[in-house]
């Protein structure tokens, strides 16, 4: 019948190849968010922040290279095809991170909480039905 989708090998094999790469990419970018975001943690306690905090410190060019990082995880969404409205809502955090960040003192306080990309890596996994257990697999 033309136009109606046959279950082909060769189309079960493209999906799964997709699925395949989706997820490895999305592990990069959980990756990256940890880096970010959470990798250190001071024993003994919850608590933890990443490289976003360390190089904000930098005076100038600190949240500069750490708003590019989070971009660049805004661009592998796009890439992915998570839906402009939750693009948006990724621009947001990363602009949000990037203005009070930039705030002598206070803003690297903000930096150590905010964590805005572990936050659009939540938003990309919502958008895809997954959990972050699902990356492990």
């Given amino acids: ?34 880096l970010m975001d959470t990798a250190l943690r001071i024993p003994g306690t919850r608590f933890s922040f990443g490289a976003d905090a360390v190089i904000g410190l930098i005076p100038g060019i600190g949240d500069f290279g ?25 621009l947001i ?12 003192v206070l803003g690297d306080v903000f930096d150590v909480y905010f964590k805005s990309n572990r936050r659009n890596l939540q938003l990309m996994l919502d958008h895809f039905g997954l959990d972050h257990a699902e990356l492990e697999r």
């Fill in 1 to 34: 019948m033309i136009g109606s989708r046959q279950n082909s090998p060769a189309l079960d094999r493209a999906e799964q190849d997709i699925a395949i790469d989706r997820l490895a990419r999305l592990r990069r970018i959980r990756g990256l968010a940890r």
């Fill in 66 to 90: 750490a708003a590019a990082v989070s971009l660049f995880i805004v661009n592998e969404a796009r890439r992915l095809g998570v839906p402009n409205d939750k693009l948006l809502k990724m």
């Fill in 93 to 104: 955090n990363v602009v949000l991170d990037a203005a009070a960040g930039s705030v002598p």
